[in-house]
């Protein structure tokens, strides 16, 4: 049975520096230990990836955890973040309460915006966002009678 979205994971060139902005721009926390590994055969046959190395830690997430890791090897295919239109995981989404109040704290924390503020949607106000390596995060604020609030969850 599917109980729902456990983590989200994302590769971060600095560790240290995406901790403390995940922490400072939205709250989460660490649990647990950091961890890492190097030429770690069981490791390597999970994440299916031969001779890597990085370092790691789980965060929490309000409802979910974030997992960031940094791998030292192998170098990665891709070094660009992707965009909204490119193949694959492109980004998270982390729900307000007031959206307009977030984006000015996030812009001061080091998110860039392509908007110059939130767009309404009608059942939604949100706009997309970088961090300070580029990694895309949704910001929204969903109306009373969205039929997608984090609220419902708890029901």
């Known amino acids: 049975m599917i109980t729902g979205i456990h983590h989200v994971a994302v590769h971060v060139r600095d560790l240290d520096r995406m901790v403390a902005f995940y922490r400072d721009a939205f709250g989460f926390t660490v649990v647990g230990e950091a961890f890492s590994w190097k030429d770690t055969e069981i490791v390597d046959r999970l994440i299916d990836v031969k001779h890597s190395a990085a370092r790691g830690v789980m965060l929490r997430a309000g ?5 960031l890791f940094q791998f030292e090897a192998p170098e990665p295919a ?26 000015e704290r996030l812009l001061g924390l080091g998110m860039t915006f392509g908007a110059p503020a939130p767009i309404d949607m009608g059942h939604v106000k949100s706009v ?25 969850l708890a029901k």
Do not use: W
Not at 138 to 149: H, K, M, P, V
């Open 128 to 152: 997309y966002g970088r961090d300070p390596e580029g990694n895309l995060i949704e910001i929204q604020e969903t109306a009373s009678f969205c039929d997608f609030r984090l609220d419902g």
């Open 63 to 67: 409802t979910c955890y974030m997992e």
């Open 78 to 103: 891709v070094s660009k973040p992707l965009n909204p239109q490119d193949k694959g995981y492109t980004h998270f989404c982390v729900d307000v309460t007031d959206i307009a109040q977030e984006y």
